[in-house]
T-cell receptor
């Protein structure tokens, strides 16, 4: 699996944009980047995913660099309820023992302050 | 979390007892899986299924059995519970195993083996 590197923790002021970086320098051309978050041992919540192009949905934006070796998750207006562990995951595209599996690393603990 | 239902939410077992964790989804997803999460660790894949009648092992399958008789249900059976199986269990599903298909998680089942 392509390994991801994320900062251990980040802080953000409520109402400001939260920008969470992720490095995935060994990503293959057909592997997707996924972002999930987990709040207080609840089930992981899907946020967004992308392959090459930048993506936006009602929760967040995903910016993927042109060489695909890194990406940034942007929460445009962070709220206290966005405090959670955020996981950046590279998902294997084809076959092999890791196919279909999400490999969760340690993630980034995002704390949103009032 | 969209459409993945786990029961029970909490369970205490004695060592050696058996039990089944239930998982159901109403999204007509072909791919279903079970993960466990231990304190301070990421999720680890136990078993998965790519369709009714088809199951396969993940990275930590020992002590667990699964079956997939219908598209909707994917129960996880603990054959003889051990304290090492104390964990939070998450069921997940997606339309298919392909990497562009979003995986959705249930809310989790907290299991304590004493």
């Amino acid at each position: 699996d392509a390994k991801t590197t994320q900062p251990t923790s980040m802080d953000c002021a409520e109402g400001r944009a939260a920008n969470l970086p992720c490095n995935h320098s060994t990503i293959s051309g057909n592997e997707y980047v996924y972002w999930y978050r987990q709040i207080h041992s609840q089930g992981p919540q899907y946020i967004i995913h992308g392959l090459k192009n930048n993506e936006t949905n009602e929760m967040a934006s995903l910016i993927i660099t042109e060489d695909r070796k890194s990406s940034t998750l942007i929460l445009p207006h962070a709220t206290l309820r966005d405090t959670a562990v955020y996981y950046c995951i590279v998902r294997v595209a084809d076959g092999g023992t890791s196919y279909g599996k999400l490999t969760f690393g340690q993630g980034t603990i995002l704390t949103v302050h009032p | 979390n969209a459409g993945v239902t786990q029961t029970p939410k909490f369970q205490v077992l004695k060592t050696g007892q058996s039990m089944t964790l239930q998982c159901a989804q109403d999204m007509n997803h072909e791919y279903m899986s079970w993960y466990r999460q231990d304190p301070g660790m990421g999720l680890r894949l136990i078993h998965y299924s790519v369709g009714a009648g088809i199951t396969d092992q993940g990275e930590v399958p020992n002590g667990y059995n699964v079956s997939r008789s219908t598209t909707e249900d994917f129960p996880l059976r603990l054959l003889s519970a051990a304290p090492s199986q104390t964990s939070v269990y998450f069921c997940a599903s997606s339309y298919s195993i392909g990497s562009g298909n979003t995986i959705y998680f249930g809310e989790g089942s907290w299991l304590t083996v004493v």
